[in-house]
């Protein structure tokens, strides 16, 4: 079955540590998105991805870095930097909203990050 | 810029009970509409879709109108059940050349808990 694969689907870190979060789909998709979840904030997206090698700044980057080396695979970093690092992040695909762009996400199960 | 607003929650309803989830938007051009729908502990997923006025989003007895005259999407069901329960998100997509092409903005999310 095609999908999307976060892992882990925990992850615990000391301040000041960066972390990279793994995000993986076979769904030939893309796009792909960085979202990140915050009780009674909805969804604030994060970096975003339409084709490998070339990524856009989502509406809170700061603190945050991605790479897009291969089509499948969509990894951040949360930095040292990141003043608030403690939340649910979720990744998600789509097809390339150039050529549809009314198509749904796909989203992974996620990842939470705790940071003491 | 695009946004995107829910009506408070929680929603706690009965089984059997109708429920009415308002969500109203702010949009340049025409962009898609959409309801999405998160269990505890998973991603999203997409319950409900509409891509121009007064196009009519329906799934697993779901339902949900574009109204561009009330710039609205409101979501319903006439008969809910316990296995409802979950967090629900409106989101829009920008619209074809404008500067939030190919982005999802999401809603806050409402809670609904359906009890027996």
């Known amino acids: 079955d095609g999908g999307i694969t976060q892992s882990p689907k925990y992850l615990f870190r000391k301040e000041g540590q960066n972390v990279t979060l793994s995000c993986e789909q076979n769904l030939n998709h893309d796009a792909m998105y960085w979202y990140r979840q915050d009780p009674g904030q909805g969804l604030r997206l994060i970096y975003y991805?339409?084709?490998?090698?070339?990524?856009q700044k989502g509406d809170i980057a700061e603190g945050y870095s991605v790479s897009r080396e291969k089509k499948e695979s969509f990894p951040l970093t949360v930095t040292s930097a990141q003043k608030n690092p403690t939340a649910f992040y979720l990744c998600?695909?789509?097809?390339?909203?150039?050529?549809?762009?009314?198509?749904?996400?796909?989203f992974g199960n996620g990842t939470r990050l705790t940071v003491t | 810029g695009n946004s995107v607003t829910q009506m408070e929650g929680p929603v706690t309803l009965s089984e059997e009970a109708f429920l009415t989830i308002n969500c109203t938007y702010t949009a340049t051009g025409y962009p898609s509409l959409f309801w999405y729908v998160q269990y505890p502990g998973e991603g999203l997923q997409l319950l409900l879709k509409a891509t121009k006025a007064d196009d009519k989003g329906s799934n697993k007895g779901f339902e949900a109108t574009y109204r561009k005259e009330t710039t609205s999407f409101h979501l319903e069901k006439g008969s809910v059940q316990v296995s409802d329960s979950a967090v629900y998100f409106c989101a829009l997509s920008g619209s074809a050349g404008g500067t939030s092409y190919g982005k999802l903005t999401f809603g806050q999310g409402t809670i609904l808990t359906v009890h027996p």
């Open positions: 991805s339409q084709i490998v090698n070339d990524f």
């Open positions: 998600a695909s789509s097809p390339r909203q150039g050529e549809s762009y009314n198509s749904p996400l796909h």
